[in-house]
């Protein structure tokens, strides 16, 4: 699987952002995705997953209540809309793919993509 990842950019504290991750390469609904971030420094972390079918999202507490994760499996693509944007969702988004289905863990995903920066103004 081959994934693809855009939507980042600059955006102002409370602001919204829409990432978008396309798909290519075999069955993208067999997969569970995902988003993970990574800001500078620091470790590459949860954000969202989402189930082939889904009917399973789960969030990191942090975004939990701001951000909604879903799938076109038409479309082979996987989406991520953020509202209420703070200074500490700054970093960079990458969206995974885990055969296994929905994870929270970068160690069960098996395909990334290449990232795309979201910076948050405050």
């Known amino acids: 699987v081959q994934l693809q990842a855009c939507g980042g950019g600059l955006v102002q504290a409370g602001g919204s952002l829409r990432l978008s991750c396309a798909a290519s390469?075999?069955?993208?609904?067999?997969?569970?995705l995902g988003w993970f971030r990574q800001a500078p420094g620091k470790e590459r972390e949860f954000v969202a997953t989402?189930?082939?079918?889904?009917?399973?999202?789960y969030y990191a507490d942090s975004v939990k209540g701001r951000f909604t994760m879903s799938r076109d499996n038409a479309k082979n693509t996987v989406y991520l809309q953020m509202n209420s944007l703070k200074p500490e969702d700054a970093a960079i988004y990458y969206c995974?793919?885990?055969?296994?289905?929905?994870?929270?863990?970068?160690?069960?995903?098996?395909?990334w993509g290449q990232g795309t920066l979201v910076t948050v103004s405050s």
């Open positions: 390469g075999s069955t993208f609904s067999s997969y569970g």
């Open positions: 989402i189930s082939w079918s889904s009917n399973n999202t």
């Open positions: 995974a793919a885990a055969l296994r289905g929905v994870t929270t863990l970068v160690k069960y995903c098996d395909y």
